[in-house]
Structures are given as C-alpha cells and as structure tokens.
C-alpha cells in the first residue's frame, strides 16, 4: 500500500505580502491567488522496519533514520520532519515507521510557494494514512503553524491555503490567525480569457525569500510609512483584482498588475533588482500592459498581461534575457490524497 497526495503550486495576483505578520494582525490583510496546474507530490509506504526513509525524487538527496517519536532537524529534510514531529507530538502517536518520496514540479524558490505546497502535501499523505479528523482550513493552519512557528520559517499564510482548497480565491486575513477563504465563481469564459493573456516567465534564478519577508516585517514593526503605505495600496490591489474579474472588465487586469508591482517595490529593497527591472520593461514595450513578480521578489517567476494577440510578441522579447515562459492552465482543485496497491 502506499499512499499517494498532491497539491497545486500558486500564482500570486493581487495583494502579496499584506498576509504577512505582523501587517496581517494590525490592518487586515487580503490576497486574490490563483492555484494551477504544476503540483508538489508526496508518496509515502509504511514500512515494519523500525526505518524512516525520506526521499527527494529526482536528485541524490535521501537519508535513513532510526524510528522515534521525535526527530533531530537535517538540512534539506526540514520540512518532512517538521511535519512528522507536529503530527506525532499533536495527536499523541506512537513512533512511524515509513519511506516518505517528494517531487515538485518548478525549482524551490521560485516565487510560485513550493514549500509551503510541499508541506501541505505531505500532511495530506499523513492524514490519508492515518485518518486523522483534519478539514480544509486545520490542513491549512497547520502547515502555516508548522512552518512559522515550529521550524521558525519566514513567510507568510496564503501558500497553505491556497495549495489546500485550490483555485482562484480573495483570501482575507485577520488578527490571531483569522482567514477566510472566498472562492470566486468565475463565468469559464472570463478563466480561459485569463488564461490566454498571462504569460508565465521563469527568470532563470532564484532567491531566499526569507531575507525580503525580514526586511518587510522590519519596515512594519518600525512603522516605515512609506513601506506600510504600499501595504495598504496592494491590499486595495486584491479589491481591485477581485472586482474586476467578478465583472468580467479584464481590460484592466494589466493596469491593476501594474498598480500593485509599482508599490510591492516599496516593500522592501531587495524585491527587485537590474535583471527583474529591465524583463518588466522589455515585457510592456512588447505589448504587456502590467505584470509582478510572484511570490516575495527577487527573483522566480514574473508573469505578464498581454491583451489581444500580444503574448507571442511579449514571449521572444523577454526569452532573450535568458529565462524561459512556462506553460499553464487554472486549475480548480486543492490537495488530493489517495491510496495506491501500485
């Protein structure tokens, strides 16, 4: 038996950072993410072995532990035993005994929230096996809680939710730990219209989102006025992204892409740099008319809105800077568990 799980990667649209602490606790914060079709994967066999196995498929990284209740932190595996430790110590279990496999399907720190997807998935593969009396949002709490607070990682709250109930979703957040998932019914029309026009870049490089949320937490907790005023200028960003898809007026989706990229800028120093600078304005010269960076900044993936027929265009002109586009559809489902005799 083993028991299978995958969750759906993120592209962020509106709103990136106001889910961060302490912004999100003081002022509220809200975000429009859209789920698609490139997943994080967890494969996990119980063994009779007294062994725990963790794997990370396609590479050279793997190791072998003896089984116990709780586990030393090993570097690479941070997030597979952050899980397990959480799971055991929470629901009282006695120590596992099983080779957990992973996969994700775009490179870690790349702006599209792999590791919290990553940690999503692998609490779903632990709750099908162990039929624990876990929801949507105690999946999703979880693994933000496992990841903030027990492995002391930088970020913030919308990648777990979005890897967990999946699709396009106006995400609220509040003070102690507060979300609200609201799911947007899209005509299909206006989804396969969204479609069409954002075109997925890969920059080719990747970043320590860490070191931005750092900074960005700083400007907050000191009251930067200029940082916490484009906090609450991407806030009404995710009001705007929101109603204009409601409304079905995606000739403004660029416009709004744009408003909120000019002031997620002033977040933090590091979001953007020389290379992200020149792709955004090789991007509008070729017929884009707005696009961001996804995820904290600095480098991953950017995407662009290119109305009409312009995304070809758009897509030589930035492909030679060195990156590549990445192909890519919505996709209207979260997690999802199940047990393979494979």
């Known amino acids: 038996m083993i028991i299978r799980s995958k969750a759906p990667l993120r592209i962020g649209l509106a709103g990136g950072g106001t889910d ?12 429009l993410n859209a789920t698609i079709d490139l997943y994080a994967y967890a494969s996990l066999e119980p063994l009779s072995n007294g062994k725990i196995e963790l794997v990370i498929d396609g590479s050279s990284k793997n190791c072998v532990l003896d089984s116990k209740k709780e586990l030393e932190l090993i570097p690479d595996f941070e997030l597979f035993i952050g899980v397990y430790n959480r799971l055991v110590k929470q629901f009282n279990l006695d120590a596992l005994s099983f080779r957990l496999t992973s996969y994700i399907e775009a490179p870690q720190g790349s702006g599209l929230g792999t590791s919290s997807t990553l940690v999503v998935t692998i ?3 632990f709750v099908e096996w162990l039929k624990l009396p876990l929801g949507k949002y105690d999946i999703a709490h979880l693994a933000f809680d496992i ?6 990682m930088s970020g913030g709250k919308q990648d777990q939710y979005a890897a967990t109930f999946g699709g396009i979703n106006y995400i609220e957040f509040f003070a102690n730990d507060k979300v609200i998932v609201n799911p ?6 206006i989804i396969y219209e969204l ?8 920059t080719a490089t990747q970043r320590l989102s860490a070191t931005i949320i750092n900074e960005q937490v700083k400007n907050v ?14 806030k009404e960003q995710a009001h705007q992204m929101k109603d204009a898809l409601l409304r079905g007026e995606l000739s403004q989706i ?3 892409l744009n408003f909120g990229w000019q002031n997620k800028k002033q977040m933090a120093h590091s979001i953007t740099n020389p290379l992200i600078d020149s792709i955004y304005t090789k991007a509008l010269e070729n017929g884009a008319t707005g696009g961001k960076i996804s995820g904290a900044g600095g480098g991953g993936f950017m995407f662009f809105y290119c109305p009409a027929v312009t995304k070809i265009k758009v897509a ?4 030679s800077l060195g990156g590549n586009t990445q192909p890519f559809k919505f996709t209207q489902q979260g997690l999802v568990t199940w047990t393979s005799n494979g």
Do not use: C, W
């Not at 990841?147 to 002391?152: A, V």
């Not at 030589?316 to 492909?319: C, T």
């Open 20 to 31: 961060v602490s302490p912004y999100s606790d003081i002022y509220g914060g809200a975000i």
């Open 123 to 125: 609490l779903g593969a």
């Open 147 to 152: 990841e903030r607070n027990d492995l002391n």
């Open 184 to 189: 947007l019914q899209l005509k299909p029309e």
């Open 195 to 202: 479609e069409y026009s954002l075109l997925l870049y890969f």
């Open 221 to 234: 907790n000191e009251k930067n006025t200029k940082s916490v005023e484009a906090m609450h200028n991407l």
């Open 254 to 256: 660029g416009e709004i």
């Open 316 to 319: 030589k002109a930035i492909e």
